[in-house]
C-alpha cells in the first residue's frame, strides 16, 4: 500500500524555519518521484518543489524556485522540504504526493497518492 505521513509542520514566527518531513512506504522512488504542494485557504493547490529517483534528482518549478529545498534520505524513506526565512504568506497546509513525474503543470492523473498534510502557520 503507497502511503504517505508528513509531519514538523507548525507555528513559526517570521523569518524563522522550519523542515518538513515525508515518510513514504509501499513504493520507491523508482516507481513514483515525491512532490511537495501547499495549499491556502482559498487557494490554489502550489507546487513547490520534486525529487525523482535514488539518486535525488531535484525539480522546481519556476514559480516556486528560492522558496525551499527538497531532500532525500533513500536509507529512511525520507523525503524533506526544508524552507527558511518563512512569512505570513507562506501560511498554508503542506502535502507530499508521490507522482508520475515532475512538472510545473500537474493533471489529476498525475497523482498516485497523497499525504494528509501538515499544517505551517507563520505569524507576523
Known amino acids: 500500500e503507497v502511503q504517505l505521513v508528513e509531519s514538523g509542520g507548525g507555528l513559526v514566527q517570521a523569518g524563522g524555519s522550519l523542515r518538513l518531513s515525508c515518510a513514504f512506504s509501499?513504493?520507491?522512488?523508482?516507481?513514483?518521484?515525491i512532490g511537495w504542494f501547499r495549499q491556502a485557504p482559498g487557494q490554489e493547490r502550489k507546487g513547490l518543489a520534486c525529487?525523482?529517483?535514488?539518486?535525488?534528482?531535484?525539480y522546481y518549478p519556476n514559480s516556486a524556485k528560492g522558496l525551499s529545498t527538497i531532500s532525500v534520505d533513500n536509507s529512511k524513506n525520507m523525503v524533506y522540504l526544508e524552507m527558511n526565512n518563512l512569512k505570513p504568506e507562506d501560511t498554508a497546509v503542506y502535502y507530499c504526493?508521490?507522482?508520475?513525474?515532475?512538472?510545473?503543470?500537474?493533471?489529476?492523473?498525475?497523482?498516485?497518492?497523497w499525504g494528509q498534510g501538515t499544517r505551517v502557520t507563520v505569524s507576523s
Open positions: 525529487i525523482a529517483s535514488r539518486a535525488g534528482v531535484k
Open positions: 509501499g513504493f520507491s522512488l523508482d516507481d513514483y518521484v
Open positions: 504526493a508521490a507522482i508520475r513525474h515532475c512538472t510545473d503543470r500537474y493533471v489529476d492523473s498525475d497523482f498516485r497518492s
